[in-house]
């Protein structure tokens, strides 16, 4: 207790602004069947047609539940369906649960998945992942526990996008980013935008009712306050955003159990290509080698990462390592920039090559390696702007390509068609997540020739040919892959690491 005390007291000298919101009290605290978890901003949208942050998703996989699932192996098994027929590569057959409801009581049958469906395929449908549903020719439903889906052609990762979470259809559809209703073991109860979101376990779920009765995830932007609300038992859970700096101090305690274990989610420093500047490739490889990745993760992640090569982590099977990397290098990022047509500025007091604008979000962690890429950069001769944003305004600008450049991840990345969704260019938001605008007709065939591939050989040939064009083209420089972190209190009983850092494993959680 004395080490960790001593731990509170440097962390409050650093940052004594954040004891003040410490201290307000707040309607949500630790209860004998209530678990308290911390996270790092709310989720931007509950609607599972339009949950594509971190939180979105990880919040809605307990809210809805899917037609399939997939299970901490990767492999797909039944959620909805009890069992599907595959009776030819175009034509799928998913046979319902009985006795499934709704968290509004109405019973689920096929013409609730049919009519979800059409929403995400009607052609005015802003959902970013109309794509994934284009290949559908028909959806049909001969009777309340049959859901019959044609393809106009094969489609590999069609399975995956039937992981999305299904709505009843007698609600409201619009309403679902206010008053979300799914299936899943959690229903929502009630949300205070920016402080939390409240979630109860549902007794009528068809897998069993949770042992837990409430989960509350309290948002708590800022890492310090955040630590500080674990310490003081304000907060039973915390995955994946845990200060790094203290690692070593929650390990040592006896109250507290720290699991950690490499990861395969993806941070990336994120461009604009079509800025003047930035849609200079020379000028994008400059950048990449000014920037100290080792540095990075030995003294900010604290040792919790590892440098990463593209999108798909090392334990990924369709990933590639044999593709450019760029080792920290400001002498030839210096003689690159020249190249690309920005000389060294002669003269002391000489004005930066050019400037640039870094954005990322309030969160201390990304502000600190903003800090760092910034003071990177003005080493090779180039100014940034590094400035963070509360989340939703943050990623917002994301979307609308309101940015030069930012740093992002990716969580939980299974299918390599995520390279389609974040690199064709007919994925540009809202169609899709290619933020940066990049367009290259080869990864546009490429992708689309892994969506039709079934053969899992076959496909990894093509992906391995999409990683080395990624890595060369640099629409995105990446980073690193940072470890799967999860902090509990010794009363938190059940919770395992799920790949990626999804809540899936709630269910199973009981508090002493």
Same mark, same amino acid.
Request: hydrophobic share 40%; glycine share 8%; proline share 7%.
């Given at each position: 207790?004395?080490?960790?005390?001593?731990?509170?007291?440097?962390?409050?000298?650093?940052?004594?602004?954040?004891?003040?919101?410490?201290?307000?009290?707040?309607?949500?605290?630790?209860?004998?069947?209530?678990?308290?978890?911390?996270?790092?901003?709310?989720?931007?949208?509950?609607?599972?047609?339009?949950?594509?942050?971190?939180?979105?998703?990880?919040?809605?996989?307990?809210?809805?539940?899917?037609?399939?699932?997939?299970?901490?192996?990767?492999?797909?098994?039944?959620?909805?369906?009890?069992?599907?027929?595959?009776?030819?590569?175009?034509?799928?057959?998913?046979?319902?649960?009985?006795?499934?409801?709704?968290?509004?009581?109405?019973?689920?049958?096929?013409?609730?998945?049919?009519?979800?469906?059409?929403?995400?395929?009607?052609?005015?449908?802003?959902?970013?992942?109309?794509?994934?549903?284009?290949?559908?020719?028909?959806?049909?439903?001969?009777?309340?526990?049959?859901?019959?889906?044609?393809?106009?052609?094969?489609?590999?990762?069609?399975?995956?996008?039937?992981?999305?979470?299904?709505?009843?259809?007698?609600?409201?559809? +619009?309403?679902?980013?206010?008053?979300?209703?799914?299936?899943?073991?959690?229903?929502?109860?009630?949300?205070?935008?920016?402080?939390?979101?409240?979630?109860?376990?549902?007794?009528?779920?068809?897998?069993?009712?949770?042992?837990?009765?409430?989960?509350?995830?309290?948002?708590?932007?800022?890492?310090?306050?955040?630590?500080?609300?674990?310490?003081?038992?304000?907060? +039973?859970?915390? &995955?994946?955003?845990?200060?790094?700096?203290?690692?070593?101090?929650?390990?040592?305690?006896?109250?507290?159990?720290?699991?950690?274990?490499?990861?395969?989610?993806?941070?990336?420093?994120?461009?604009?290509?079509?800025?003047?500047?930035?849609?200079?490739?020379?000028?994008?490889?400059?950048?990449?080698?000014?920037?100290?990745?080792?540095?990075?993760?030995?003294?900010?992640?604290?040792?919790?990462?590892?440098?990463?090569?593209?999108?798909?982590?090392?334990?990924?099977?369709?990933?590639?390592? +044999?593709?450019?990397?760029?080792?920290?290098?400001?002498?030839?990022?210096?003689?690159?920039?020249?190249?690309?047509?920005?000389?060294?500025?002669?003269?002391?007091?000489? &004005?930066?090559?050019?400037?640039?604008?870094?954005?990322?979000?309030?969160?201390?962690?990304?502000?600190?390696?903003?800090?760092?890429?910034?003071?990177?950069?003005?080493?090779?001769?180039?100014?940034?702007?590094?400035?963070?944003?509360?989340?939703?305004?943050?990623?917002?600008?994301?979307?609308?390509?309101?940015?030069?450049?930012?740093?992002?991840?990716?969580?939980?990345?299974?299918?390599?068609?995520?390279?389609?969704?974040?690199?064709?260019?007919?994925?540009?938001?809202?169609?899709?997540?290619?933020?940066?605008?990049?367009?290259?007709?080869?990864? +546009?065939?490429?992708?689309?020739?892994?969506?039709?591939?079934?053969?899992?050989?076959?496909?990894?040939?093509?992906?391995?040919?999409? &990683?080395?064009?990624?890595?060369?083209?640099?629409?995105?420089?990446?980073?690193?892959?940072?470890?799967?972190?999860?902090?509990?209190?010794?009363?938190?009983?059940?919770?395992?690491?799920?790949?990626?850092?999804?809540?899936?494993?709630?269910? &199973?959680?009981?508090?002493?």
């Amino acid at each position: 207790m004395k080490n960790s005390m001593s731990i509170i007291c440097r962390i409050l000298l650093i940052s004594i602004v954040f004891v003040v919101s410490c201290a307000r009290s707040t309607p949500t605290t630790p209860g004998p069947r209530r678990l308290v978890v911390g996270i790092e901003h709310a989720p931007s949208n509950l609607d599972p047609r339009f949950a594509t942050d971190a939180y979105s998703s990880k919040l809605a996989a307990i809210i809805y539940s899917s037609l399939v699932k997939l299970d901490e192996q990767g492999v797909f098994e039944g959620d909805l369906a009890a069992s599907w027929d595959q009776p030819e590569p175009v034509h799928y057959i998913f046979h319902l649960r009985k006795g499934v409801k709704f968290h509004n009581g109405a019973a689920l049958v096929s013409a609730d998945i049919c009519r979800f469906f059409e929403l995400i395929m009607r052609p005015d449908s802003t959902s970013p992942f109309h794509g994934d549903f284009a290949t559908i020719d028909s959806v049909s439903c001969p009777d309340e526990g049959t859901v019959d889906i044609r393809l106009k052609e094969p489609d590999a990762p069609f399975l995956t996008a039937m992981t999305i979470g299904i709505i009843p259809r007698n609600a409201n559809p +619009d309403d679902m980013v206010n008053h979300p209703i799914g299936s899943g073991p959690f229903r929502f109860v009630e949300a205070r935008a920016g402080d939390y979101i409240k979630l109860e376990g549902f007794e009528g779920y068809f897998g069993g009712a949770p042992w837990l009765k409430e989960v509350v995830f309290r948002v708590i932007a800022n890492g310090v306050t955040r630590l500080l609300e674990f310490e003081r038992g304000g907060v +039973d859970l915390l &995955q994946n955003c845990v200060p790094p700096e203290s690692f070593d101090m929650l390990a040592s305690r006896p109250d507290v159990h720290l699991e950690r274990r490499p990861g395969i989610n993806y941070n990336y420093l994120g461009f604009n290509l079509e800025d003047p500047i930035l849609k200079n490739r020379d000028v994008r490889e400059a950048i990449a080698r000014a920037i100290d990745r080792d540095a990075i993760i030995k003294y900010l992640w604290k040792g919790a990462a590892e440098p990463a090569t593209g999108l798909l982590s090392p334990r990924h099977w369709a990933y590639c390592g +044999d593709v450019e990397t760029y080792p920290f290098d400001p002498r030839l990022a210096r003689k690159i920039l020249i190249r690309a047509g920005y000389p060294e500025p002669d003269g002391p007091g000489a &004005q930066p090559r050019f400037k640039l604008s870094l954005k990322t979000t309030t969160d201390r962690l990304s502000r600190r390696i903003a800090e760092v890429i910034r003071t990177q950069l003005a080493e090779v001769g180039i100014a940034v702007d590094a400035r963070s944003y509360e989340f939703g305004t943050f990623y917002q600008d994301i979307k609308s390509g309101n940015f030069q450049i930012f740093t992002l991840g990716w969580v939980g990345i299974t299918e390599p068609d995520i390279f389609r969704f974040v690199f064709h260019s007919k994925c540009i938001p809202p169609a899709g997540a290619n933020r940066g605008r990049y367009s290259n007709p080869e990864i +546009d065939r490429l992708t689309e020739m892994g969506l039709r591939e079934v053969d899992r050989e076959k496909r990894r040939e093509i992906y391995a040919k999409v &990683q080395k064009i990624i890595a060369h083209d640099l629409p995105y420089i990446s980073l690193y892959y940072n470890d799967d972190v999860v902090a509990t209190r010794n009363r938190v009983e059940g919770f395992s690491i799920h790949p990626g850092g999804d809540f899936l494993v709630l269910p &199973q959680v009981r508090l002493k």
